[in-house]
């Protein structure tokens, strides 16, 4: 029997301009990145630390109405929930408005409540 040695295979200039195109792509993505990156460590370093203790506190109470409203919700289901409804608003402002009324009365409604928690709560 004989061993056939295999042929190898050239590439052609033209597979080797994909590959150089798909490697600047990678690139110019990566760099992207990193400047993202720096640009969101830049904007920390100059936002006003009250305000961000602020936005913070408003993130952390929204998340905690949210959990009273819908306890057993999982996140990608409140996340959908509110791509539906957005769906369905999309730049109505009237609706909007509306959105906002029943927003506003929810925060109040869900406040957390002032004093000890009953040991029933707990």
Not at 62 to 78: G, K, N
Not at 91 to 120: F, I, T, V, W, Y
Request: proline share 4%; charged share 45%; hydrophobic share 30%.
């Amino acid at each position: 029997m004989e061993a056939q040695a295999k042929k190898r295979h050239r590439r052609t200039s033209e597979e080797r301009l994909a590959d150089l195109e798909e490697k600047q792509r990678q690139t110019e993505m990566r760099l992207r990145e990193q400047l993202a990156k720096f640009e969101q460590q830049k904007r920390s370093l100059q936002e006003n630390p009250r305000a961000r203790r602020e936005r913070e506190a408003q993130r952390r109470s929204l998340m905690d109405r949210i959990s009273r409203l819908v306890p057993d919700w999982e996140p990608a289901q409140i996340l959908a929930a509110v791509a539906e409804v957005r769906g369905r608003v999309g730049d109505d402002s009237h609706l909007l408005g509306e959105l906002d009324d029943r927003g506003n009365a929810l925060m109040q409604e869900l406040k957390p409540r002032r004093g000890r928690r009953p040991r029933s709560a707990i």
